[in-house]
């Protein structure tokens, strides 16, 4: 397994929406690339041009401004956020970076408000995990997700593209799609997405309870990425074009000025049929 990653400050990842710590350069597992650029144009400043894990915190307000995590603190306009959307940086906070072994550490610390390590490890040759802890300065209720652009080679989403789950899942859909749909224990394609075409459904949970388990599995061929989180699932996401389906677990975090909050994800990649 070869792992990339870029710098928070190299100008590979200039938007405003997700953390810039640990953007995702190249995942490469047996000769394939995992995590390929699935957008058609890219731009520093264009808000999802990101690959592989990546997480996205939600908004808070901070007295006149906007705080965004792994980001720093934003100018806002005279409109609701929208997290599509770039906005001005008025203070982007302190960025350290260091190697040590097998892990890549991102630290960023925004004065007065929290101080937030990402560590990012090789396990072995076929996995790696994120680990973060955040120490929260201010009062802290919001949540965190993970948006896993995962390709895993393939740059098409239809029937040859897998998501499992270890429940039978249930939700509702954004419209009556005839392209994908819930399984006993996963969703999967009936067809190949057309270009410009997109799924969605915003409330994935396992069927008779709220929220869901950590655990997600994605599969192209023989290819696949078992995911595993140590932290409940509110809710989960699919979102889906013609290039990518990504499966988004959502974290509530909460905690008084003072405390850590800890959460560590865990990737493992497999090359054999299930």
Same mark, same amino acid.
């Given at each position: 397994?070869?792992?990339?990653?870029?710098?928070?400050?190299?100008?590979?990842?200039?938007?405003?929406?997700?953390?810039?710590?640990?953007?995702?350069?190249?995942?490469?597992?047996? @000769? =394939?690339? &995992?995590? /390929? %650029?699935?957008?058609?144009? +890219?731009?520093?400043?264009?808000?999802?041009? !990101?690959?592989? *894990?990546?997480?996205?915190?939600?908004?808070?307000?901070?007295?006149?401004?906007?705080?965004?995590? @792994? =980001?720093? &603190?934003? /100018? %806002?306009?005279?409109?609701? +956020?929208?997290?599509?959307?770039?906005?001005? !940086?008025?203070? *982007?906070?302190?960025?350290?970076?260091?190697?040590?072994?097998?892990?890549?550490?991102?630290?960023?610390?925004?004065?007065?408000?929290?101080?937030?390590?990402?560590?990012?490890?090789?396990?072995?040759?076929?996995?790696?995990?994120?680990?973060?802890?955040?120490?929260?300065?201010?009062?802290?209720?919001?949540?965190?997700?993970?948006?896993?652009?995962?390709?895993?080679?393939?740059?098409?989403?239809?029937?040859?593209?897998?998501?499992?789950?270890?429940?039978?899942?249930?939700?509702?859909?954004?419209?009556?799609?005839?392209?994908?749909?819930?399984?006993?224990?996963?969703?999967?394609?009936?067809?190949?997405?057309?270009?410009?075409?997109?799924?969605?459904?915003?409330?994935?949970?396992?069927?008779?309870?709220?929220?869901?388990?950590?655990?997600?599995?994605?599969?192209?061929?023989?290819?696949?990425?078992?995911?595993?989180?140590?932290?409940?699932?509110?809710?989960?996401?699919?979102?889906?074009?013609?290039?990518?389906?990504?499966?988004?677990?959502?974290?509530?975090?909460?905690?008084?000025?003072?405390?850590?909050?800890?959460?560590?994800?865990?990737?493992?990649?497999?090359?054999?049929?299930?």
């Amino acid at each position: 397994m070869l792992l990339e990653l870029h710098h928070p400050l190299d100008g590979y990842y200039e938007g405003t929406r997700f953390d810039r710590s640990g953007v995702f350069k190249s995942l490469v597992f047996r @000769g =394939v690339e &995992l995590c /390929a %650029p699935w957008f058609e144009q +890219y731009a520093p400043t264009r808000h999802d041009a !990101v690959l592989g *894990p990546a997480e996205e915190f939600s908004l808070l307000q901070a007295g006149p401004y906007w705080l965004k995590p @792994g =980001v720093g &603190l934003l /100018a %806002p306009d005279a409109d609701p +956020y929208d997290r599509f959307k770039l906005y001005p !940086v008025i203070d *982007p906070g302190r960025w350290e970076v260091e190697e040590r072994g097998t892990s890549h550490f991102f630290r960023h610390t925004l004065d007065g408000y929290y101080s937030y390590t990402k560590e990012i490890r090789n396990l072995s040759d076929h996995s790696f995990e994120i680990s973060h802890a955040l120490q929260v300065l201010v009062p802290w209720d919001g949540t965190v997700y993970n948006h896993n652009f995962f390709t895993l080679g393939k740059l098409e989403t239809g029937p040859s593209r897998r998501i499992d789950f270890p429940f039978r899942p249930e939700g509702a859909w954004r419209a009556a799609y005839d392209s994908v749909a819930f399984t006993e224990g996963g969703v999967r394609f009936s067809r190949t997405l057309r270009e410009g075409e997109s799924v969605y459904c915003g409330d994935i949970h396992e069927a008779g309870k709220t929220g869901m388990p950590y655990e997600i599995t994605l599969r192209e061929g023989p290819l696949s990425v078992h995911i595993r989180g140590d932290a409940p699932v509110t809710h989960t996401v699919l979102w889906a074009n013609h290039r990518i389906a990504c499966v988004e677990p959502y974290n509530r975090l909460q905690a008084a000025p003072g405390e850590t909050l800890r959460w560590t994800l865990r990737y493992q990649f497999n090359c054999s049929e299930p």
